[in-house]
């Protein structure tokens, strides 16, 4: 199967996932706090960048934090105006220009690797077609006893734990320079919901703009404060590494 099969949205998981909005979510501000913190330990990141960027969220923010970033997205979706020139649409990663290839140190696989059957061929073709690359940044849906009928509906092949995802990464000819697992309270929440209901929502709630985005705001620092304080073994909803290449 190809990889644009595997990792192109169709029209009602964007509508599902990226509802306008969305970066207003406590979920969404939470994981972009995360990835900020970890790209800010990387003295040496270079030029980043996100593959399967969607609208580019993500690239958005960083940009405004002041990273080097751009993305690239399979599907065919309209990205956020203000990235919009940072963004390239409809594109498979190991198509773009040579002239921007050449020059990408950080490749940032954000839920990305769920998708796809063998992320371990599509790592190392990434590894092959970026000749300064030297590092992947990644972030996974985790545990396997959480799959659900979300991860169906998002076309996931497994959730992960630190094993398995370490596998991936030394497979790849890597080595884990720091993993960990976060949204740490959210893990009993979805266990007991997927016991006492078999099943969990499709798509995010968007906050309204004043108190409830406020509300959000607050929730999204509590859980980024619970992944800087709680010890990063313990089981989350979701795992961020870093992984070096060997160059």
């Given at each position: 199967?190809?990889?644009?099969?595997?990792?192109?949205?169709?029209?009602?998981?964007?509508?599902?996932?990226?509802?306008?909005?969305?970066?207003?979510?406590?979920?969404?501000?939470?994981?972009?706090?995360?990835?900020?913190?970890?790209?800010?330990?990387?003295?040496?990141?270079?030029?980043?960048?996100?593959?399967?960027?969607?609208?580019?969220?993500?690239?958005?923010?960083?940009?405004?934090?002041g990273?080097?970033?751009?993305?690239?997205e399979?599907?065919?979706?309209?990205?956020?105006?203000?990235?919009?020139?940072?963004?390239?649409?409809?594109?498979?990663?190991?198509?773009?220009?040579?002239?921007?290839?050449?020059?990408?140190?950080?490749?940032?696989?954000?839920?990305?690797?769920?998708?796809?059957?063998?992320?371990?061929?599509?790592?190392?073709?990434?590894?092959?077609?970026?000749?300064?690359?030297?590092?992947?940044v990644?972030?996974?849906?985790?545990?396997?006893?959480?799959?659900?009928?979300?991860?169906?509906?998002?076309?996931?092949?497994?959730?992960?734990?630190?094993?398995?995802?370490?596998?991936?990464?030394?497979?790849?000819?890597?080595?884990?320079?720091?993993?960990?697992?976060?949204?740490?309270?959210?893990?009993?929440?979805?266990?007991?919901?997927?016991?006492?209901?078999?099943?969990?929502?499709?798509?995010?709630?968007?906050?309204?703009?004043?108190?409830?985005?406020?509300?959000?705001?607050?929730?999204?620092?509590?859980?980024?404060?619970?992944?800087?304080?709680?010890?990063?073994?313990?089981?989350?909803?979701?795992?961020?590494?870093?992984?070096?290449?060997?160059?």
């Amino acid at each position: 199967m190809a990889e644009s099969e595997i990792t192109s949205f169709d029209q009602e998981q964007f509508e599902a996932i990226y509802p306008q909005g969305v970066e207003r979510h406590y979920w969404n501000r939470c994981r972009i706090a995360v990835i900020t913190d970890n790209l800010r330990s990387i003295k040496d990141a270079g030029p980043m960048l996100e593959v399967g960027c969607g609208k580019g969220l993500v690239v958005s923010a960083l940009r405004r934090n002041g990273f080097d970033i751009t993305g690239v997205e399979l599907a065919e979706v309209e990205p956020l105006k203000e990235v919009a020139p940072f963004v390239h649409v409809n594109t498979d990663a190991l198509d773009l220009d040579p002239g921007i290839r050449s020059g990408i140190q950080t490749i940032l696989l954000l839920d990305v690797i769920e998708h796809l059957e063998d992320p371990v061929a599509f790592m190392t073709r990434l590894r092959s077609a970026f000749p300064k690359l030297r590092r992947f940044v990644v972030t996974v849906p985790a545990r396997q006893e959480l799959f659900s009928n979300y991860d169906r509906f998002n076309r996931h092949f497994r959730r992960y734990d630190m094993p398995l995802l370490r596998h991936h990464a030394e497979s790849s000819m890597g080595k884990v320079r720091s993993a960990g697992y976060f949204y740490h309270a959210l893990y009993p929440a979805a266990w007991i919901q997927l016991r006492t209901h078999g099943a969990r929502k499709l798509n995010f709630t968007v906050p309204a703009p004043g108190v409830p985005s406020f509300f959000h705001r607050l929730l999204g620092y509590f859980f980024f404060l619970e992944y800087k304080v709680l010890p990063s073994s313990w089981r989350g909803t979701s795992i961020i590494a870093v992984l070096d290449l060997d160059v």
